[in-house]
């Protein structure tokens, strides 16, 4: 049961990581094999662009997810990986990812099911423990950038 367990972790932490890293090729290969013009797509609509903008980022997003994982094999600290996991997923969520935002969901509950912990006892962990703003802080950026992409998603889709 361990063994099994510690392979699903992986193999959805391995999923995710290589679907934010695909995700500007699949992009590309959408906007080629739909025979749009991609040159013409970026200058005509800015919803494109903002889009392209998207999809640049969720690499870098792929690689702190990357780290996170490196992280909880490293350090064990599952209580801060799944609080910094949750960031990101509302983060994606927010730009409108809600597909590896669910992705990411998923990951953190079976992280939540496999260490046997309770949201009350995320809670007293955090109260014990003293608060390093330095380990939440790709995570709020990540969060911030999430707010930044969506305000101009909502301004471009009011022209």
């Not at 209580?79 to 969901?105: K, P, R």
């Amino acid at each position: 049961m361990e063994m099994t367990s510690k392979k699903i972790i992986e193999v959805l932490f391995n999923l995710i990581i290589v679907i934010l890293f695909a995700h500007p090729f699949f992009l590309i290969l959408y906007t080629q094999l739909s025979g749009i013009d991609l040159q013409n797509l970026i200058a005509m609509n800015p919803y494109w662009n903002i889009m392209f903008i998207k999809s640049f980022i969720s690499p870098f997003i792929g690689f702190y997810v990357l780290q996170l994982k490196e992280k909880l094999i490293k350090d064990r600290k599952v209580e801060t990986i799944i609080l910094q996991l949750i960031v990101l997923a509302i983060g994606l969520f927010i730009m409108e990812n809600a597909t590896f935002s669910v992705s990411i969901f998923i990951l953190s509950f079976y992280l939540f099911y496999h260490w046997k912990i309770k949201i009350s006892d995320l809670f007293q962990y955090f109260k014990k423990k003293d608060f390093s703003f330095k380990n939440y802080l790709i995570s709020i950026g990540l969060l911030l950038m999430a707010v930044t992409i969506r305000i101009m998603i909502k301004f471009v889709s009011n022209i």
